[in-house]
């Protein structure tokens, strides 16, 4: 398992997001750069004092896109964990370089 900074995460989140300038076999290859495992750790002062969050991350490669998977664990000052788990989808668009969230909030796509 590769390990990497969430760092290039965020890279390819605008990636995903704005897209490049290379046509479609090439955007594949700069999006297959960033498939693999993220780990981090953020620690930040509030008015309770310093809260821990440990963060994790994985871009797959799917039949028509990629799959983004995220985690956060919260050390709350009173010593409880608060964890959540995310997953979007993203697919290709007829648009070059362009990937689609495949997101939806309700069943209408609302």
Do not use: C, Q
């Amino acid at each position: 398992m590769r390990i990497r900074t969430l760092r290039t995460l965020a890279i390819v989140a605008a990636i995903a997001a704005f897209g490049g300038t290379t046509d479609a076999p090439a955007d594949e290859a700069e999006i297959a750069a960033f498939f693999g495992d993220y780990v981090g750790h953020s620690i930040t002062s509030t008015e309770e004092g310093l809260t821990v969050r440990d963060l994790s991350a994985a871009i797959k490669k799917r039949k028509d896109g990629f799959t983004l998977e995220w985690t956060t664990i919260t050390v709350n000052v009173d010593g409880k964990n608060k964890r959540k788990s995310y997953e979007i989808n993203f697919r290709s668009t007829p648009r070059d370089d362009i990937h689609a969230s495949e997101m939806r909030r309700d069943k209408f796509g609302g």
